[in-house]
């Protein structure tokens, strides 16, 4: 029951973030304050605030492509020792101790 809650918790936790942070895109792609008329506004708000903020959240998801092969390198790592080390307890040896060196072999 106590896992169930935990998940429950972490989705919320994760929507509201995710709310969060539409809003400040959206806060981004807002209009300026100042009175135009939608014929003068219409290239100002398409070339100027759109290319920019498409762009910036291109090199956002760039970014985060990045983070997340390094995280998937590192995942993969401690993967594989976790299953050495789970084998290793498996057939009755001691998981941590020092390998040999290939001379004394």
């Not at 973030?17 to 895109?25: D, H, I, R, T």
């Not at 910036?56 to 401690?78: K, Y």
Request: proline content about 5%; overall charge neutral.
């Amino acid at each position: 029951m106590g896992d169930l809650l935990l998940e429950h918790g972490a989705n919320y936790v994760a929507t509201g973030v995710s709310q969060y942070l539409g809003s400040v895109v959206a806060n981004f792609a807002r209009m300026p304050s100042n009175d135009l008329d939608s014929l003068q506004s219409l290239p100002l708000y398409f070339y100027i605030l759109y290319t920019k903020l498409f762009f910036g959240l291109g090199w956002l998801a760039a970014g985060g492509t990045a983070v997340a092969i390094v995280l998937l390198l590192l995942l993969n790592r401690l993967s594989r020792e976790h299953r050495r080390c789970v084998d290793a307890v498996r057939s009755g040896t001691d998981p941590f101790a020092p390998a040999k060196p290939a001379s004394l072999q």
